[in-house]
């Protein structure tokens, strides 16, 4: 309770991604840095439920029961909490009309904020531009061990292939195909981000969407990714001045991501 008489440690945060209903889902993390966090404003940039679950395997348990709590705690004390529903959490679209507000968080179809130093943003989760975006994004993430193991992998899928019959088939040149075109729908998705901020006269645009942090000029205009909590567990945050930084939750606190489940540091309430 000591914590809420403190000023808020952010102006303001930004998250998305975050597909709470999956076991894909770090809840426990993003409970962590909600509960460890305070803002003025906190956006929810698009995908926080994963309402697409709802059809196939829903999964929830304590952890994420604790992110909506803790979503809601900022909410009743004092946090603008504004909910920017994506596609995976588009059952909410429909009810945008009807000036939804649940809590005290306010759902809008895309919002803009101004920083403290005066850059206006403009906030929508991104699947608009999903046209530009249509290779396996997670290609362009795999990191150095996913690729040694696709490798060694490879040799065995051509032993037997050759066994059968079949000629040669390299698979780390066709994976480093697919990571080129990758890269390239990202630079395609950020390019089409930008070019709609600057057609609706902001600074810059903060999204979410192709789970893929980032922070950088393009073409003239802010692009702001706040990234994901399910292949990473990151966060745009806005200091006081305006300043406006990416935090990587897992690496800050040293959590290792392949142990997540094991973790018990959201569990004590
Ligand atoms: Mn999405």
Redesign the pocket.
């Known amino acids: 309770m000591s914590q809420i008489s403190l000023p808020p440690a952010y102006r303001a945060i930004f998250i998305s ?1 975050t597909h709470l209903g999956t076991r894909g889902c770090r809840s426990e993390f993003l409970a962590d840095f909600l509960r460890r966090s305070s803002c003025q404003h906190l956006f929810l940039v ?2 926080i439920i994963d309402g697409w679950r709802l059809r196939k395997s829903w999964y929830w348990d304590k952890s994420h029961d604790d992110v909506l709590k803790q979503i809601v705690r900022l909410a009743r004390s004092g946090t603008n909490v504004t909910y920017i529903p ?3 959490d588009e059952m909410f679209r429909t009810w945008l009309p009807f000036g939804l507000e649940i809590c005290g968080i306010k759902m809008s179809r895309d919002s803009e904020h101004t920083t403290a130093d005066g850059k206006r943003l403009l906030v929508m ?1 991104g ?1 608009e531009f999903d046209n530009v975006v249509r290779y396996a994004r997670f290609l362009a993430l795999l990191g150095d061990w996913a690729y040694t193991v696709a490798l060694s992998f490879n040799r065995w899928f051509n032993v037997v292939r050759l066994r059968l019959g079949y000629p040669y088939w390299s698979l780390s040149a066709w994976l480093k195909r697919q990571v080129k075109e990758a890269v390239k729908a990202i630079d395609r998705f950020e390019v089409a981000l930008a070019a709609e901020a600057r057609r609706r006269g902001f600074d810059g645009v903060v999204c ?2 192709i789970h893929h942090a980032e922070m950088r000029e393009v073409q003239g205009i802010l692009y702001l990714n706040d990234g994901d909590w399910v292949e990473s567990c990151t966060a745009l945050v806005e200091h006081h001045d305006g300043r406006l930084e990416l935090i990587d939750w897992a690496a800050l606190n040293r959590l290792s991501f392949f142990q997540p489940r094991l973790n018990k540091v959201a569990a004590t309430a």
Do not use: A, F, L, S
Request: glycine content about 30%.
């Open positions: 991604d698009g995908d994506g596609n995976h989760h699947d979410g969407h």
